[in-house]
Every structure is written in structure tokens, then in C-alpha cells.
């Protein structure tokens, strides 16, 4: 393609392929080092030791709307056309679905062409993005080792303009941002990017030097949603950066030991919090130069250099790069966004789980949007269940699809959850109304350093305080399960919690608000199996309805023989272990009795193991409705934790025996409750039985044959139902696969995704905990 115009992208020193060498450890940098601010040699700079940058293509896939990707190809078509471009017509402008909800059409050309994105960017029939492609060169083209690179700096001077914007594309060519969360150097703040291919993967850095403090936005590329889009202009560019989750922020103060008082010298930067933050999906940034400035080969070439090693950086890490023309605009600050008020708790949770959705969805709403949802919320059948299901389907879908008219959405929404709920069989749509013993819906909450998620309602178990609706409240409005993770969801790491320490100390000692600002839920406990995940219950005490802190505690037991903090907090976890009630038992059938130890006292040989009479075990068996005999549950009883066997010499005079060492603490509950029984269960091998048998001289080929055998196992399930089913009866509860259904797993889109996903958990477990099933006939 023949190009008239000479711009800045024109001018940039084409990349060179080189060798890579080895690092070693003063490759990289090092953040201790607090006068490492002023060093730029320890990193590198150049602009070549990346891939081979190609600037010819012979692949364009064009990206719109589906509503208008029809109209935008033959304007497209006809702009080939106009400059001699021909392209290939077998089929490869058929339309397919992308990310975003967008649709996609790929133009095959005939032969390689220069093309500069700016010349295809001014078609304005209807926003699009365009995605350039080298089909030929993509599968010789040279990858890095990016363990053996060096992280890149590079910095700017004030005579680029430079600035990084926090805010949400809410079309394919309009992009707002809060301005509270914009920066710029106009301030003459010192203005630096760091690329690093190793750290956590590849991360990008923006460092800005103040007076007093520096600011550190880490960007990972986990963290990036599949997409960024390119805005080229004449005087430099404009990146729109998707993300699944907030930045990672970081501050460093100023170093009051600097004697000398050298400039820009700081302490260790930490990990930053927001606690009224909000989520922005998307990144604006934006890097031009002066216009006057544009002679000046420094200046320019700090640009395109820029330029290079971003889209280099991304290619590499398979994150699709596209082009587009995009207007800024200034949007709302996040403390003038308005909420909606209902009178009804589970309505008011719906609204603010739909508005948790992020900064795009509060720009979006307006009154016409607003005026639905109340008219949703003053439906008369079943109102709350409806109102709930639709805010879960527009969070969903506005998630999967966020360039969506919400409106007409939320009118399609409206017309799907009544039919679902109408055409429902065998109840499989549970009510939030209904009431059981066993599971309950209760909120569902995620701390993290910069905002509170609000997720959909979770189903789950029941434990003895849940169950106390009489003390306590119903669980669905007084308890919510909350969970402390990273923005992404992942465990917090150990040297970024130390940062964030007191932070979310402050949410467990003070609570949060929910469903009303008057609401404030604060940390109750957790079971063991949640403290190890980072979860917790928190507990809304309401006056005169349900009990306060100090009184639930006292409900619970008598805990002050304990005097050590861990076992005192792992006493009370027993009363929130997921159990299911069976039957009340009266003290006078229960007996206590001593532990069988070694003559010398020092060890136990029933600790943990009691007995219960055959009667007791017809009686609970009844009562939880299995409809297989066990021989022995694990159990909590009042304060007492174990598992018993039945012993048919009990009479009926005492019904269960309980050893000292089982019990922990004195209660008053009286529920039997149960926690597993005693089944035919396939048995899997793990490392602790591994090193055991090991030292026993069992060769390593027995455990490599048995490991071979079960990834067979995972194999044949992909491949024959009766395997699939064998493989999904064991992952999923009895109750989800009906018997003697005849369901195609391997071919059917769901159930092969169960099958699948089953697999992948399998696999997780053999490389996380060596995880090796034994087949039934061998051993249970």
C-alpha cells in the first residue's frame, strides 16, 4: 500500500534480532535499594532485544458490533478496493463471534502490505477496532527467553506529555474517566516505565516521582483482559489497557534519613488500599510529545521506542492488540454516582451487587433505567426472587458482553427470568424463600485492597449457629460470608499482607456496611476448613431482634478454660463446621468414658473414638434420610467432636459413649449433628502415604504404574459415557444425575465442560497433593 503522509511511526529504527544472554541475578531490579532511582544503567533500555517487529501484514480482521459489522464491511471492502488492496474471497470474511460480545471478519490478503492503522481508522460509518495480522511470519517469528532478559526502563522528560487515567470504554470509540483517579505530569512530577518480563509473569510499572512521595500502578498481565487498543496520532498515541481487576498500588514516602537531601530519594514502597474505591475495567494511557518538539530526535524516539516495547511486551504474552479511533471524555466521580433505595433487604443486595459491577455500569445508568427497576421491584408475584434473578443476569451478562444497551437488556431480562421461573421442572430453580435445614442462602462478600465485591447469593451448608434462626436471625439477612483476597481473586501474597495488615484488621474489628448504610456487618468466627481459605462469617447484630456479640458467644459454650489463643478460636470453629441436625439426644443417654492409654500414659488409643447403640444409628440414618446402613459417623455433639462406630452390645439405656478426649468445651446444644458417614468411597493415595510406603521398600514403578493408570482413567472419560458418568459421580451429588439417564457426556456442550472440568480437577490434585485414586477393585 502506497502511503503519501511521513509520521512519527514512519521514523522508528526497525528492531534487530540478537542473541540472548543468560541473567543472572544484578539483571533485574532491586526494590531495596532505595537509591536505585537514580541508577538507570542496572536497567535496560534499548529497544531491539525483544522479537522481530514485522510491519508488513497480510491479515486484517475487522471487529464491530453485531449490529453493525455488515455496514461497516463493505465500507471497509470499498477502501480496500480504492488502494489496490485484494483480498482473498474462500469463505474468509465470514462473520464469527469475539470477545466482548463483538463480531469479527477476517480479510485474508492476497499478498504482504505495509499498512499504516491510522489510513483504515477515519471509515466512520460505525466505531470499530482493526486487528493486523502477519499470518506468514507469526509461526517463524522469534520468542524471547524472557527469563533471561532484564526489566526495561524508561523515563520521560517534560517535554512529553505523559498521563495514566482510570475509567471504562462504554462504546468501541468513547472512553470516560474519574478524574479523581488521573494523573499527568503537568505537576513536573518525574515520570517513569518499568517492563518486566519476569516478575509474577510480566508486569508493567508506572512510576511517578513527587516531591514527597512516589506512586507506583503495577500492572500484571494475568490481570489483562485479552485486549488492548491503540489510538495513533500524529504526535504520539493513546493505549486503552482492558483489565479483569484494579491495579496494584504502591506508595513510597520520602526518605527523612537522606541527609544530604538528594532529590527523588525514597524509603521501600508499600502496598496502597481504598476502602471506597471502585472497579475501573479499563486503563487510559496516553503519551505525546510537543508539537515544536518534534524535531528534537530524542524526544520522538522516546515515543516510538515506547511504542515498541508495549506492543512487543503484549505479542508476547498473547494479548491481542488492536487499533481504533477513541474520544476521551471526563466522567463522573465515583462519590457523585446516586443510589437507588428499596424497602426490601434482597432487592437492596440485588442493587448493590448490579452497581458493584464497576465504574462502566455507573457511568451507564440513567433514569430511564432506574425508573425499570423500580417498576421490576413493585411487582406483586414473588417480587424479591424476580428482582434478584434479573440484577444476576444483567451482572452476568453486562460482564461477558459491556458495550450492551442496558435498557433493552434489562427488558429482555425481565422477560427470561419470568419464563424460566414459569417453565421450571422438578423445582430446579430454587426460591430465595424457601426455607431448609440443610442449606440457605446467605450473602456472598470479597475485601480486597481497593474495593468491596458484592457477589451473587451463595447456596450453601448449614452449621449449628446458622441454624439457630431463633437467636440469630435469618441467615440471609443477618450473616455474610466474606473472603480477603488480591484484586484478581487470588490469595494475598505474605509480603504484600504485611502492608495491608491494618487495613483489613480495620474490616475485622469494625465491620462494613450492607443493604443500608445503617447495616454493619462485623467478624464473628469461622471454621477451620474457611480460616485456611481466608473466609470468615460476619454477623449483623440488629437490637432487639437477634443476639449481640457477647451473648452469641455465651450461646455457643463455655470457653474459658481455654487460656491459649489458638486453641480458644479453634474451639469456637466447631460450632461452624458445615453439619447436618438428626436427632435431639437427652443427656441420660449419653455417657462419658475414659480414653484405653498405654500403661505409661503417654499415648491414646481411642482418642477421637466412641461408640452409639444401633438403635441411635436406625434413628439418625431415618432422620438424614439415607437409605444405606453406615457403621460409623464423624459427629458434633454439644461440645464433644469425633467419630463414633456402632457397638451392637449397647442397650437402650445408653444410647452413645463419648471419651474425654473428645470433648473440647461445655455446651448446652443437644443435636446430634452429622458431619460424613461411612460409604463404599474410592481411596487415593497421597504424599504422606507415598513416603510411608516408600521407606516400606515399595518400588517407585508401583506408584508410577498407578499414576499412568488414573491419567488412562481421565483420558477414557473424554472418550466413552460410561466412564464420563463414572468420573461426575464421584465430583458431583448424588441428586444432580438422575438414574439411568441416558445423557451424551462426551458430546453434549454442558455436561462435556463438567467432564472436563472434573479432569482439569484431577490433574490439579495430582500435582498440588500427588492425589493418586486406587480402582475400587483394588482397594476403599
Known amino acids: 500500500m502506497y502511503l503519501q503522509t511521513i509520521s512519527l511511526w514512519d521514523k522508528l529504527p526497525e528492531t534487530k534480532q540478537v542473541s540472548i544472554d543468560i541473567a543472572n541475578e544484578n539483571d533485574f531490579v532491586n526494590e531495596d535499594n532505595v537509591m536505585e532511582n537514580e541508577i538507570e544503567d542496572e536497567l535496560q533500555t534499548s529497544n531491539n532485544n525483544f522479537m522481530l517487529i514485522y510491519e508488513q501484514h497480510d491479515q486484517i480482521k475487522l471487529i464491530a458490533n453485531d449490529g453493525h459489522i455488515e455496514e461497516v464491511k463493505v465500507e471497509f471492502q470499498k477502501c480496500l478496493s480504492n488502494q489496490g488492496i485484494r483480498w482473498v474471497l474462500n469463505g474468509y470474511d465470514r462473520i464469527h463471534s469475539w470477545n466482548f460480545g463483538l463480531s469479527l471478519i477476517r480479510f485474508q490478503l492476497e499478498s504482504l502490505h505495509s499498512i499504516d492503522p491510522k489510513w483504515l481508522i477515519p471509515i466512520r460509518s460505525s466505531p470499530f477496532w482493526i486487528q493486523l495480522k502477519n499470518t506468514i511470519q507469526q509461526k517463524q517469528r522469534f520468542r524471547l527467553n524472557s527469563e533471561g532478559t532484564k526489566p526495561t526502563r524508561l523515563k520521560y522528560s517534560h517535554l512529553h506529555h505523559i498521563s495514566l487515567r482510570y475509567g471504562a470504554l462504554i462504546k468501541l470509540d468513547e472512553f470516560r474517566y474519574a478524574p479523581k483517579y488521573s494523573w499527568s505530569n503537568q505537576s513536573r512530577s518525574r515520570w517513569s516505565l518499568v517492563i518486566n518480563n519476569k516478575r509474577s509473569g510480566g508486569c508493567i510499572e508506572w512510576i511517578i516521582e513527587g516531591s514527597r512521595q512516589q506512586e507506583k500502578k503495577q500492572l500484571l498481565v494475568m490481570n489483562i483482559d485479552q485486549t488492548v487498543i491503540i489510538h495513533l496520532l500524529s504526535d504520539g498515541f493513546l493505549m486503552y489497557i482492558c483489565q479483569k481487576c484494579n491495579m496494584n498500588e504502591f506508595i513510597a514516602n520520602e526518605n527523612l534519613n537522606n541527609f544530604v537531601r538528594i532529590p527523588y530519594v525514597y524509603e521501600k514502597d508499600k502496598r496502597s488500599n481504598n476502602r471506597k474505591g471502585i472497579y475501573f475495567p479499563t486503563v487510559q494511557f496516553e503519551l505525546r510529545i510537543d508539537r515544536n518538539n518534534l524535531m528534537n530526535k530524542e524526544v520522538p524516539n522516546r515515543v516510538g521506542e515506547t511504542y515498541n516495547e508495549l506492543t512487543t511486551f503484549f505479542t508476547l504474552h498473547n494479548i491481542t492488540v488492536c487499533h481504533g479511533a477513541i474520544k476521551s471524555c471526563q466522567g463522573p466521580e465515583i462519590t457523585s454516582f446516586l443510589p437507588m433505595q428499596f424497602d426490601k433487604l434482597i432487592m437492596q443486595y440485588s442493587w448493590e451487587m448490579l452497581t458493584n459491577i464497576g465504574y462502566r455500569l455507573q457511568v451507564q445508568i440513567d433514569k430511564q433505567f432506574r425508573d425499570s427497576l423500580r417498576l421490576l421491584s413493585e411487582e406483586k408475584d414473588d417480587a424479591d426472587d424476580l428482582f434478584y434473578r434479573v440484577c444476576v443476569y444483567l451482572s452476568r451478562l453486562f460482564t461477558l458482553e459491556p458495550f450492551v444497551n442496558l435498557s433493552e437488556k434489562l427488558h429482555n431480562a425481565i422477560i427470561e427470568s419470568k419464563r424460566k421461573r414459569e417453565n421450571s421442572i422438578f423445582g430446579l430453580i430454587n426460591s430465595l424463600n424457601q426455607t431448609s435445614n440443610t442449606e440457605t442462602y446467605v450473602p456472598s462478600v470479597t475485601l480486597t485492597p481497593t ?45 504484600h499482607f504485611q502492608d495491608l495488615h491494618q487495613y483489613f484488621l480495620d474490616y475485622l474489628q469494625n465491620g462494613f456496611t450492607l443493604m443500608g448504610n445503617d447495616r454493619y456487618y462485623r467478624y464473628l468466627h469461622h471454621s477451620q476448613s474457611q480460616l485456611r481459605a481466608s473466609q470468615f462469617w460476619f454477623y449483623y447484630h440488629e437490637p432487639r431482634v437477634n443476639k449481640s456479640f457477647d451473648d452469641a458467644y455465651r450461646w455457643m ?18 460450632c461452624f463446621s458445615t453439619t447436618t441436625p438428626s436427632i435431639d439426644i437427652d443427656e441420660k443417654y449419653v455417657e462419658y468414658i475414659d480414653d484405653i492409654k498405654t500403661q505409661d500414659g503417654k499415648l491414646k488409643f481411642t482418642d477421637g473414638c466412641g461408640t452409639m447403640s444401633e438403635k441411635l444409628r436406625n434413628d439418625i440414618q431415618k432422620q438424614i434420610r439415607k437409605h444405606r446402613a453406615f457403621s460409623a459417623v464423624q459427629f458434633r455433639y454439644a461440645g464433644a467432636k469425633g467419630v463414633v462406630s456402632v457397638d451392637p452390645q449397647l442397650q437402650s439405656d445408653c444410647r452413645l459413649r463419648i471419651r474425654y478426649s473428645m470433648k473440647k468445651f461445655v455446651s448446652s446444644h443437644r443435636c446430634f449433628e452429622v458431619c460424613k458417614v461411612s460409604a463404599p468411597r474410592s481411596l487415593y ?5 507415598i513416603l510411608l510406603l516408600s521407606n516400606r521398600c515399595i518400588s517407585d514403578v508401583v506408584f508410577l504404574i498407578l499414576q499412568q493408570r488414573n491419567h488412562l482413567t481421565l483420558i477414557r472419560a473424554l472418550l466413552r459415557n460410561d466412564d464420563a458418568k463414572y468420573l461426575l459421580d464421584e465430583k458431583l451429588p448424588n441428586w444432580f444425575l438422575p438414574d439411568n439417564c441416558k445423557i451424551d457426556f462426551v458430546r453434549e456442550p454442558f455436561f462435556r465442560h463438567l467432564v472436563i472440568t472434573a479432569c482439569l480437577l484431577s490433574v490439579r490434585d495430582l500435582l498440588r497433593r500427588t492425589r493418586i485414586r486406587i480402582p475400587r477393585n483394588k482397594a476403599r
Open 685 to 689: 493415595l497421597n504424599r504422606q502415604v
Open 557 to 574: 459454650g463455655d470457653f474459658s478454660e481455654e487460656k491459649n489463643i489458638a486453641k480458644y478460636a479453634s474451639r469456637i470453629a466447631l
Open 451 to 495: 474495593t468491596i465485591r458484592i457477589k451473587p447469593l451463595k447456596l450453601c451448608r448449614t452449621n449449628r449457629v446458622l441454624r439457630a434462626e431463633q437467636e440469630f436471625g435469618k441467615a440471609l439477612e443477618h450473616f455474610a460470608l466474606v473472603e480477603i483476597r488480591d484484586e484478581n481473586g487470588q490469595p494475598l501474597q505474605s509480603f
